[in-house]
Structure formats: C-alpha cells, structure tokens
C-alpha cells in the first residue's frame, strides 16, 4: 500500500468536492491509475491530474500538501488510513468516516466530522459551523469516532450528535448540542448562547457554567462523580481538562423535551 | 517424594471445568473496597451449596483501577455459563450496587458476556444513564450516596475447580499453621482463589452418602478421630488433616498455585508438625484435570493439562 501526495497545480477557481479521494482508494492504485479519477469541479467533472500533481508519498498516507478553503469534502468517507492536510479545507470534511485518521492543519468549513461512526479528525485550526452534525434529512449526527479541534467551533456543534466525541479546545457558537442525541462533547472556552436546546442524553463537559442555559435545564448542585474520574482516564483526549476536579457540577436538561443530558462543570 | 521431612505422596488432586469471570471493584478507600469484595464473595465457598465459588484474588493499587481509586478484583466460577449468568448479577446487584462508594468494572474482555449493569441497570428506574467509552458501555445509576458506575458486561473463561491438596500433621495447630502459611502463599499467584473460609476446608468431602439426597459426605478416610473404625488413610501419628481448594482461571494457574503452596508447607517442613501432603481424587472419574502432586513439586507439573492420566 503505497502512499499518495497531491499539490494542486493553481489555485482553484471553484469548489472542489474531494469526497472519494480517500487513502482507501488512492493507496490502491498507481500513481498513473490515479489520474483519470474523475473529481467534481464547480459545475463540471475533471480528471484528479487536472488539478493536483499526482506524486508518491509515505506508505498509507495521502496527503495534501496545499489546503484550500474550496476544497470540500476532504477525507469524507475515509476508512482507513492517514490522510494529511496541510492547511485549510472547505465544508463537509471526514462526513461519514467509518475510520482512519483525518489531519487539518489549517481551518475547515461547516459541518466538519458530519456523520462520523467512527476514526478521528484533527483539527489544527477552528471549524465552521455543524460540527459532527446530521446531514439534512437525517435524524441523527456523529454516532462515533473523535474530533479533536485546537481552535474553535462554529454555531450548532454537535447538533443530534448520537455518540463519540467531541473535543473543542477554544470557543464553541451558539446552539451547541441542539437536540443532541448521546455522546461527549467538552469546551475548552467560552460556550454560545442557547446550548443543549432538545438535548436528550449526552454529556457536555464545560469549562464554566454557560450564561445563557434554556428553560429546560435545572442545576442539581455539586457531585463527586466516578464516572469523571472514569473518563479522565480512560480518554485521554479530556484527561488534561478533568484532571484534578474532585467535585462535579451536573446540570440536567432539556428536561422540557424529557432529556436527561447534563452538563457537568468543575465546582 | 521427601521435601523437608515432609512426605509428598504419589497422587493426585483431581478437578472439573467449571465456567468463571473476574469484576474489578473498586471504593474511595481500601477497606470499602475490601467490604464490597468479601461481602461479594460470602457464602460463595462451593457450587455444591451455594451455586458458585468465589473469592478475592487480590487488593488493587488506585493506579491499576478504571477509575483510579483502590479496589479489588474478584473471581467467581460456576458451574455452567447459564450459572454463571445467573448467579453474578445476584451478587452484583446485592452486594457491590448496596456498598457505599463503590464502582465494577469487567475484568475479563473476552468469552461470553456475563451481564452486569446491562440487568442492574433498571435499579434505576428509568434514571440510568450511559457513557459510551471506545467500545465499552458503563452505565451510571444514581443512588442515594451519589452514583454507582458499572460496565455493562464482563467477559467469561473456562477455568478450573477443585484443585486442591491435604495437609496431614501431628497436630491440629501444626495443620492450621501450616495451611495459613500456604495461603499465605497461594494468594500472590494470580488467576486463583481459595473459595473457602480463609482459604482452608476443615470439612472436605467424599462423594455420596448413605443418606439419600446427600451429595457429599464427610471424608472419613481423612478424619483422624475414625481411624482404624473405616478404611483411613491416615497413619498413627496424624491427629488433623487440612484441606486447600482451588479455582482458577486456568490449568497452569491452579498448578502455580498448588506448588507454591505445598512449597510453603513443606517449608515448615517436619519440624512443623507436618507429616506429608495428599490430595483429593476419585480415581480420574470426577474431573479430566489431575495435578501429580509429584510431577507438580518436580517442577513440571504445568506440563500435564486436561485429560492427564492418573
């Protein structure tokens, strides 16, 4: 299984939908299979050696050696393997991953992770908005898997997100959680207005109480949970934000939809 | 076979396949942890009356627990799976959920699922909750102390039971010194436990009785005080005997056990009061497990697995 590098040749004069380029398919052929590879390219379809050079790289990987904000879809339906983005990327990258490693360096557009069941995505930068969200028309987001975001993330991160996780080191928008299913979400900043609106179960680990918690959510005081102490161990993605709480503020909600989601800050 | 002045017959201790899992509890302190463990395993010293064995294989550092704190790990073995799965989410649901502070956690991943909070779990009314961590499911139910926090399953392996060795000594004190001092031993080596009360049987058995109904029966061949009534095989100048039992995860680990037990017997050697170690058979018809006393103390008795001929 060799590895792939593609450099685009010329910046991209329209949006590039790269979903299907994945290490899976590119690691599979040769370098000359590779560039007939249809690739849709704003209203019409070109060959993948009309817009990157095609060129080898280490085994198992594909890598992306210039990001661009026009290239979506970078990673979606990826499997298995190390796909490498050096810089930024567009909308809707890692939707549907079932596995491998996704890495930005860069930024990403909306709905980064949608629909995730499993794999992990870094992201070296912020993110749009819908993170690990549902696709329109389907009821539930990211069922499993990782995202991991050093920056921020936009407006309704983990909208019907139904499992995995979630790590948001800098600020989440508004509406973060809506309707969410299942799942761990945590924030490393400051949290938009609106979270958890028709949360049913999950768990969103803050580092302070939200300012502005719906109706729906109701504050059961201070615990000494095991079960942060569980997760602090065993996931080390929340190791280094759970380490040292002794006492866990669990705030229950959307008790108006009959959820039983929390979110759990240090007390 | 002569170890210190102690003699090592030439038998055999024969044992079954008995079905058996591991939990991992843990507490905010040892000692609670230590409560849920012995209350766990109470009244778990054999399949004959209590519908498995177990006990205490070791205490655990907080730095070997899930969750970081100090904890327990426990062994329980039953006869059939369908046992199995019966009986720990009795105990489980009786003795860990009921304990302050405590938490269970699988302690074998594979096999068949033995359910723990995946039953335990309506405790809570409708309240539970789950966290999905990789690819293990915990639950948490809130009780009145705080939350109880369990995996929802534990895995299973087929073990061993009944493994076992007599000790035969002058007196009684010298038999139980003896026997506290192989405990003492046996309790380091990991995949077993010594089901009954503090690792000895005072009260081993024959099979059958001449009462109907009775599976078991006191070993009168062993009971010093029916020598020369019934055919004994106790020489003139042993006044008790003291028996070991043994469950283990495998053949090779109730081995280990058995030697290093014997080991430490023979240690108190004949000056001790002991006379010579024997051991439970039925001349190869209970079990396909034998552990050569002998072959054992020689060194390569791990060698001989299921189906050793006697």
């Known amino acids: 299984m060799s590895g792939v590098s593609l450099k685009p040749r010329a910046p991209f004069e329209a949006r590039v939908d790269m979903a299907g380029i994945t290490p899976a398919v590119t690691c599979s052929l040769t370098l000359r299979e590779l560039e007939p590879l249809a690739v849709p390219y704003g209203a019409r379809s070109v060959p993948l050696a009309e817009l990157f050079f095609i060129e080898s790289a280490p085994e198992g990987v594909l890598l992306i050696e210039i990001g661009d904000a026009r290239l979506d879809g970078v990673g979606a339906g990826m499997t298995q393997g190390e796909l490498i983005v050096d810089g930024t990327v567009g909308a809707w990258a890692g939707r549907g991953m079932t596995g491998g490693m996704l890495r930005i360096g860069g930024d990403a557009g909306d709905f980064l992770g949608a629909e995730l069941s499993g794999g992990r995505i870094e992201l070296g930068g912020s993110a749009g908005a819908w993170v690990g969200t549902a696709s329109s028309g389907s009821r539930r987001g990211m069922s499993g898997g990782t995202i991991v975001i050093a920056g921020s993330a936009g407006a309704q991160a983990a909208a019907r997100q139904r499992g995995g996780l979630i790590v948001i080191a800098g600020d989440a928008g508004e509406r973060l959680a809506t309707d969410m299913i299942a799942g ?84 | 076979m002569i170890i210190n002045g102690v003699e090592i017959r030439d038998t055999f201790a024969e044992a079954f396949p008995m079905v058996g899992t591991r939990l991992i509890v843990t507490a905010d302190t040892p000692e609670w942890a230590l409560t849920a463990g012995r209350t766990t395993t109470g009244f778990a010293t054999s399949v004959i009356g209590c519908g498995c064995e177990a006990g205490i294989e070791r205490t655990l550092a907080p730095e070997e627990t899930p969750d970081g704190r100090p904890g327990v790990s426990l062994l329980i073995f039953a006869m059939d799976f369908k046992s199995l799965k019966s009986v720990v989410p009795l105990r489980l649901g009786q003795c860990v959920l009921t304990c302050p502070t405590t938490a269970c956690y699988a302690g074998v991943e594979g096999g068949k699922r033995v359910p723990l909070a995946k039953t335990i779990r309506y405790f809570a009314d409708g309240h539970q909750i789950s966290k999905k961590i990789g690819d293990k499911r ?71 009785s001449k009462y109907k109904g009775l599976f078991a029966s006191t070993n009168d061949a062993y009971c010093p005080t029916l020598r020369g009534t019934v055919p004994s095989q106790l020489p003139a100048e042993v006044g008790s005997v003291m028996e070991i039992v043994i469950d283990g995860f495998s053949f090779e680990a109730v081995a280990e056990a058995t030697r290093v037990g014997i080991a430490a017997v023979c240690a108190l050697g004949v000056e001790g009061g002991v006379v010579a170690i024997d051991a439970g058979n039925y001349g190869g018809n209970l079990g396909p497990f034998h552990f050569k006393l002998r072959e054992i103390m020689a060194g390569d008795g791990a060698a001989n697995g299921a189906g050793a001929g006697t």
Do not use: Y
């Open chain 2, 138 to 208: 915990f639950w948490r139910l809130p009780v009145m102390e705080g939350e109880f926090v369990c995996d929802e399953d534990t895995g299973s392996v087929e073990g061993v039971g009944g493994g076992n060795f007599l000790i035969l000594a002058h007196t009684r004190g010298a038999a139980l010194k003896a026997a506290e001092a192989a405990v003492a031993a046996m309790t380091k080596v990991e995949g077993v436990i010594l089901p009954f009360p503090g690792g000895i049987v005072r009260s081993g058995s024959k099979v059958g």
């Open chain 1, 184 to 267: 761990t979400v945590s924030v490393g900043g400051a949290i938009g207005p609106l979270m958890g609106r028709g949360m049913r179960r999950g768990t969103i680990f803050a580092s302070a109480v939200p300012d502005a918690l719906p109706a729906g959510f109701i504050d059961t005081g201070a615990h000494e949970l095991v079960a942060v102490s569980l997760m602090a161990r065993r996931v080390p993605e929340l190791s280094a934000m759970l380490k040292g709480w002794t006492l866990t503020r669990r705030i229950v909600g959307d008790t108006l939809m009959g959820g039983q989601g929390e979110v759990l800050v240090s007390a």
